[in-house]
C-alpha cells in the first residue's frame, strides 16, 4: 500500500488538435500584420503569442511543484461501488495549480509483479481537482465498480492539466505502486436454499449429541452425593420415591464445508461459457460462506483442485479469510490438494455442501453431501438476497 509521498517517473506534454488550430491561426494573423503593417494586426499577434507563451510556460511551471499519494484502498466485491483516494499538494510557494485530472496510467514499468494490471476489473478511474492553493494540499476520490474478482495492481498516478487555455495538456507521472483485492459478487439465493443447508447442519450436530455439561436434557439418574440440588427433577422423584437428578448435554457445534468443485479442463477447451460458469460457482460458494457464517454456523472452505482448505469457524476475520482465497483463485493456474489440505478434510459428522463449476457430479465430495451449482442456487438478478434468507435465519436462530 502506499503511504508517502510518490516518486516523480516522468513529465511530458502533449499536443492535440487546438494547439494545431491555435497555432494556424497566429500564422495567419502573423502574415495579415507583416503585409498590410497594420497595427491592430501587430496587437492581435502579440497577443496571441503572449497566450501560448502562458499556455506552454507558465502553467508548465505549475505542474512541477505538484505531487500526489494514493491512501490504501479497502477491498471492494464485484459489483458494488469502489473508490481510491489521492492526496494532492502543490508545493509551490508562488503558483496555485488549477484544472488538475488525476487518472490511473496503464503502462506497466519493467520488472513489476505478476499480479493483474487495474483495466483488466474496471474502467479507468479518475477525479478533478479544481483548485489547490500554495503549499496546499487536496484530497479527492475516484469512484469505480469492478466487474472481476481477484487481486490488481495499480502502477502510476497520472496528473494532467490543459490550464488556461486548453492548447497545451502538461503531464506528470508519479510511480505509487498499490494493490486492492476484489471479493466474489454477492449473488441472490433461490428459496429455501439456506434452508436447506441449515436443516442439513442441524441433522449433523444432533447427530454428534453426548452427556455433558450443556443446556439440553439427556435423561435422568439417581441422586449421588456431590450432584447440584437445582438438577434434581422433582416431580420425577415425587413419582418414583427416589431422588433423580437431571443429565444435561451438549452437541457438537454446527459445522458445514463448502466444496467448490472446479474441474481442470484443458487450455485449448476453455471457453467463455466454462468461465462463467465457473466464476457462478465461486460466487455462489462466497455468498453461502458468508450467510452460514452470519446465521452462527462453523463454516470452512475447501478447493481440492487449487489447494484450498480453511476449518470450520465463525467470525468476521474467518469469513474474510475465505474471501481473499476466493479472489485470489486463479482459474488458470490449478494447485492440487497438499498434505495440509487432505488433513482439513471434512469428517463424517460435518455437514458439506458441494458447488459445481460444471454440471452436477454427484459422485464429487464424501457421501452424504448436499449438491449445488449456480443455475440451481441462484435466483434472478431483479430478487434481494436479504428478502430470501431472512425467515430462513429467524428459523435457524
Not at 492526496?87 to 506497466?108: G, H, K, Y
Not at 437428578?245 to 485449448?268: G, I, T, Y
Not at 469457524?313 to 476466493?326: F, I, N
Amino acid at each position: 500500500m502506499t503511504g508517502g509521498r510518490a516518486k516523480r517517473v516522468r513529465r511530458r506534454y502533449r499536443r492535440g488538435g487546438p494547439l494545431v488550430l491555435y497555432a494556424g491561426f497566429v500564422m495567419f494573423v502573423g502574415l495579415g500584420a507583416v503585409n498590410s503593417q497594420n497595427n491592430l494586426l501587430f496587437l492581435l499577434l502579440g497577443f496571441a503569442v503572449g497566450g501560448l507563451v502562458v499556455s506552454g510556460v507558465l502553467s508548465g511551471s505549475m505542474m512541477m511543484r505538484v505531487g500526489v499519494r494514493r491512501r490504501s484502498i479497502a477491498a471492494g466485491r464485484v459489483g458494488d461501488p469502489m473508490h481510491i483516494e489521492y492526496v494532492i499538494e502543490n508545493r509551490s510557494w508562488l503558483l496555485p495549480a488549477f484544472a488538475l485530472t488525476i487518472e490511473e496510467s496503464e503502462e506497466r514499468r519493467r520488472g513489476s509483479d505478476g499480479r493483474r494490471a487495474w483495466a483488466k476489473a474496471t474502467d479507468r478511474p479518475r477525479t478533478y481537482a479544481e483548485y489547490i492553493g500554495r503549499r496546499g494540499a487536496r484530497c479527492v476520490r475516484a469512484d469505480f465498480t469492478p466487474v472481476k474478482r481477484g487481486e490488481y495492481a495499480l502502477r502510476d498516478v497520472r496528473i494532467s492539466s490543459a490550464f488556461p487555455f486548453g492548447l497545451v495538456e502538461k503531464t506528470a507521472e508519479f510511480q505509487a505502486d498499490t494493490t486492492f483485492l476484489v471479493y466474489p459478487a454477492r449473488v441472490a439465493l433461490k428459496r429455501g436454499v439456506v434452508g436447506r443447508l441449515m436443516s442439513s447442519t442441524a441433522h449433523a450436530g444432533s447427530a454428534a449429541r453426548t452427556r455433558g455439561p450443556g443446556e439440553e436434557f439427556h435423561g435422568l439418574h439417581e441422586y449421588t452425593p456431590g450432584d447440584s440440588p437445582r438438577l434434581i427433577a422433582w416431580r420425577a422423584s415425587a413419582r418414583t420415591g427416589e431422588l433423580v437428578v437431571k443429565e444435561q448435554s451438549w452437541s457438537s457445534a454446527r459445522r458445514v464445508w463448502v466444496w467448490l468443485d472446479l474441474p481442470q479442463h484443458p487450455a485449448a477447451h476453455r471457453s467463455e461459457e466454462i468461465e462463467a460458469a465457473e466464476e457462478a460457482a465461486i460466487a455462489l460458494a462466497g455468498t453461502l460462506l458468508e450467510e452460514s457464517n452470519r446465521a452462527g454456523v462453523q463454516a470452512g472452505l475447501v478447493v481440492p483442485s487449487h489447494g484450498i482448505s480453511h476449518k470450520p469457524a465463525v467470525g468476521a476475520r474467518h469469513r474474510v479469510a475465505m474471501l481473499e482465497s476466493l479472489a485470489r483463485l486463479d482459474l488458470q493456474r490449478p494447485s492440487p490438494a497438499n498434505g495440509e489440505t487432505q488433513r482439513s478434510l471434512p469428517s463424517a459428522r460435518d455437514a458439506v455442501v458441494v458447488v459445481h463449476g460444471c454440471p452436477v457430479e454427484p459422485g464429487v465430495g464424501p457421501p452424504g453431501a448436499m449438491h449445488l451449482s449456480s443455475a440451481d442456487a441462484i435466483a434472478s438478478p431483479s430478487r434481494s438476497i436479504a428478502s430470501e434468507t431472512a425467515p430462513v435465519r429467524e428459523r435457524a436462530t
